[in-house]
């Protein structure tokens, strides 16, 4: 079965539906608040990385796939520097949680959304440090176009990551906070443009988990989250 198979039928699979992605309440040392959140929406956007894609039909295996992602500017007031997949805040013009996503993705690295198909929506999560209640939108490639860092205010880089690496245990590390006592641990990914960890590691680590492309990996080892 193709990757892009394999990812549709999770997204309909009832067993999908009983196992949201893990809440990380507490693991940014804050509490969500659900009563005063906000909805935002995030683009989990795979695509084939092969130079020439075989026929219309997507057949890829998952380690022919990358997935986009950006790395927040430094001066932002919320997860500075971290690696974050395309997103933001609903806006009352968004027609839906995926509309937000393609626009939010195309205002930060250029992509065409036309050349995008919305798979479906994960459960919504809970982000504690900026109270946001955040819809993950899984997107395939379809027409792949170019993308850059549009304003350097918001990202400093846009990047693509081989899902070959990300799966690679060798790449592989658990991501430590230690703040006044307490210890907070998240999954981390080792890619070439950057570390990936805390709440975009968790989405990752979740959605490798339930769709069976986790190979094991060693969550002893361990590393100082990248603050």
Not at 65 to 89: E, M
Not at 125 to 153: C, Y
Not at 183 to 207: C, H, K, N, Y
Request: with cysteine; net charge negative.
């Amino acid at each position: 079965m193709s990757a892009y198979a394999q990812l549709v039928a999770w997204l309909h699979a009832r067993t999908f539906q009983r196992a949201a992605p893990p809440r990380p309440d507490g693991w940014q040392f804050a509490r969500f608040d659900p009563a005063r959140s906000r909805k935002a929406a995030v683009l989990i956007l795979l695509g084939d990385r092969r130079d020439d894609p075989a026929g219309p039909v997507p057949d890829a295996a998952p380690d022919d796939l990358d997935i986009l992602f950006v790395v927040r500017a430094s001066s932002l007031s919320n997860h500075p520097g971290q690696v974050a997949f395309p997103g933001g805040a609903i806006d009352d013009g968004d027609a839906d949680e995926g509309a937000a996503a393609l626009r939010e993705a195309q205002e930060e690295t250029g992509l065409d959304p036309d050349g995008i198909e919305i798979l479906g929506l994960l459960p919504a999560v809970g982000l504690p440090v900026s109270n946001f209640m955040v819809t993950p939108v899984l997107g395939w490639w379809s027409e792949q176009s170019p993308v850059h860092a549009v304003d350097s205010a918001e990202s400093e880089l846009v990047f693509r990551c081989p899902v070959s690496r990300l799966l690679d245990p060798a790449y592989r590390r658990t991501a430590v906070v230690r703040r006044d006592g307490f210890v907070s641990r998240t999954p981390a990914f080792l890619t070439e443009d950057a570390v990936i960890w805390g709440f975009t590691a968790m989405l990752l680590d979740e959605m490798f988990e339930q769709l069976g492309w986790t190979r094991p990996w060693d969550r002893s080892r361990e590393m100082p989250a990248p603050l």
